[in-house]
Every structure is written in C-alpha cells, then in structure tokens.
C-alpha cells in the first residue's frame, strides 16, 4: 500500500512540526534524521536554529536570535518556534525537529504540549533511539573534549581531565542530589521487581519519571542515560501510542527494517528502500563511528551502580526492546 503523504500543521506564521527525533544523544539520531529526507529549520525574523537538523528553541530559550545578555529574554512562543518551517521553503511539508536534548530535558514536554493547539497533540509522533549508558557516555565525553578542547569543560582545565574523575564527580552530584530529596532508596524500591501488570508498571513510570524530574534540573550529563525517567515525564504529556522506542543495536544490526519502521510510525514517504542498507557508510558520512574507550574498572563499576535501576526501569516497562549490549569499554570488568 502507498504511504499517506506528510501530515503538517501549518498557517501564516509557519509550520508546527509534528514528528520529533528525540534522541538519544550520540545514539544515532543525527544519523537517522539524514535518512529521512525532512525539510530543514531555518532562520527567520522571530528565531534562528542552532542547527538545520536541530532548532534547541525549546530547550535553550530564544538565545539563538540574541544579540546580547539583554536580548536572550525573549519568551518560548509558538511564532517564533514554527517561523522555522514555512510552506514555501518546504514543499513536502515535512519537517522534523531532531533535537536531541529534547529527550532528557524534563522541561521540554510540557512547553511543547503548551506550544501546540489541540488538534495537533494527538497527531505528533516522537521517536527515541536508546543506546547503552555506558558507551553513550563514553562517547558523549569524547565528543565534549572534541568540540571544546581549550575551553574548560565540566569546571576543568581539558588537559587534566580523565574519565574516572570525571565519573566520580558525576556521581558525586547525583547521589549528592538523591540524599538532599530523601530519593537515596529508589533503586531499590519492590516495585522494580513487581512491575508485573498495567497498574504496577504505572507507579513504576511516575516514580521514575519524578526522581528523574526532581535531580535532572541542574545539568548531570549522566542523567541522559536514565531512559525510563525520561519517557515517564513525555508520557505524562503524550500518550505512549506516539512514541517508537528502539535501540542503537537495533538500528545497527537490522538497519533496513529498522528504517522502514520508522518512515512508517512517522508516516514520511520512503525514499531510500534498500539503499538504507549501506547503513556503516552513512555513520562514517555523518560524523558517527559509535567509538568507546577503555576506562578503569572502577568508573565502569561506579556506573553500573547508577545506571542499573534505571536500566531495569526501562526493560520492565518497555518489555519488547533489545537488551543493551553490554559496554565494550567494561567487558574486561566483567561487566
């Protein structure tokens, strides 16, 4: 059967987008977007998108536009978010907003809920690819000293920085913030365990979702790697139906399938078919070689001990998925 053509939302003002790569970051989503042949966000009068593929309007409010401190005070309004698609610089109409800070920031549901009317919530459709903690974060912090390697990065100097001090301090504050909101027993609460029908696995996803929400404000780069609290607070906003969930393994091992599925649940027609087979290369075009270190078996066992209620989280309530992998760089840790 034909695929229907892309749904918009679109008047005078712009385009609505209503079809959201949300991440993970260094998980693929970069690389999936390219696939999907979306119409890019662009610069206009009210806003200015940090990049085509990514707007960060949501998340990093109305800074892309100023011209100094006293012009990033600009509100998050509707106008200037959909000003970036208009009908005449996207004839397909489109258009996908591929951000993926939007995932594990818990403030960018409920503005998105607020920025869209009525009629187009039940219509956006989000998709998340996950990637292993571990590694996720590994490559996240490759990337970091990449792109900003004579900036102080993490509150040190980049030439002093090692990845288990790094870790260390990471889950410093994290557990620092679980101990000042009585939030230190979470992982160890029975319903991880029990999750076993709709009404246990409904506690599960508003108790992730709100110890996620509660230690997530103030910017913990290990705080992207909790799935489950992430999904609990979109799912608050956005019933489950609108969100594909997969795994970066997933997309690696059956990149055609996986593809195929995703052009269907964003309802985008395909246009690529088997050439999506030669999913390797376009990691290599776009910048994604998926690359992760060895580290101490000490920072590998730190972040096992973070990530493991979380991990169980996410499995107990999204049962179909792939286990992760486990992370190359802790394999010889036993982990």
């Known amino acids: 059967t ?34 999907l042949d979306a119409c890019p966000a662009s610069s206009s ?15 990093m409010p109305s800074c892309m536009n100023a011209t100094g401190p006293a012009a990033c005070k600009l509100a998050i309004t509707r106008a200037g978010y959909t000003s970036m698609w208009t009908p005449s610089s996207c004839e397909s109409r489109c258009s996908v907003e591929g951000t993926p800070d939007f995932l594990y920031n818990p403030s960018v549901a409920p503005q998105l809920h607020r920025l869209m009317w009525q009629p187009e919530r039940p219509r956006a459709r989000f998709v998340a690819i996950l990637r292993e ?19 102080q990065v993490w509150g040190l100097q980049p030439s002093a920085i090692k990845y288990e001090s790094y870790v260390e301090q990471r889950v410093r504050e994290w557990k620092r913030c679980l101990d000042s909101r009585n939030l230190t027993d979470w992982h160890a609460h029975d319903h991880h365990v029990r999750a076993r029908n709709a009404s246990q696995k409904h506690l599960l996803m508003h108790s992730a979702a709100d110890t996620y929400a509660q230690c997530s404000h103030k910017f913990n780069s290990l705080a992207i790697g909790m799935y489950a609290g992430q999904l609990g607070v ?15 393994d997933e997309m690696l091992s059956q990149p055609v399938d996986f593809h195929r599925r995703v052009l269907e649940f964003l309802r985008i027609p ?48 999204e049962p179909q998925l792939q286990l992760f992998t486990p992370a190359r760089a802790c394999v010889r840790c036993g982990g």
């Not at 970069?30 to 696939?35: A, D, K, R, S, V």
């Not at 009068?45 to 998340?59: C, G, R």
């Not at 590694?135 to 900036?151: M, Q």
């Not at 979109?234 to 970066?248: A, D, K, V």
């Open 45 to 59: 009068a009210l806003a200015k998108p940090l990049y085509e593929k990514e707007t960060h309007f949501i998340d």
């Open 2 to 35: 034909d695929m229907p053509s892309c749904d918009s939302s679109c008047d005078a003002q712009g385009c609505m987008p209503l079809r959201y790569v949300l991440g993970a970051q260094k998980a693929g989503s970069t690389t999936l977007w390219h696939t």
């Open 270 to 317: 395909p246009r690529m078919n088997d050439e999506f087979s030669s999913w390797p290369q376009l990691n290599s075009v776009h910048g994604f070689k998926f690359e992760v270190v060895n580290v101490s078996c000490r920072a590998c066992a730190l972040l096992q001990t973070v990530y493991a209620p979380w991990n169980h989280a996410l499995f107990k309530l």
């Open 234 to 248: 979109w799912t608050r906003w956005f019933p489950r139906e609108q969100f594909l969930i997969g795994t970066m």
């Open 133 to 151: 903690p571990i590694s996720r974060d590994v490559a996240y912090f490759n990337h970091r000293l990449r792109i900003w390697p004579r900036d």
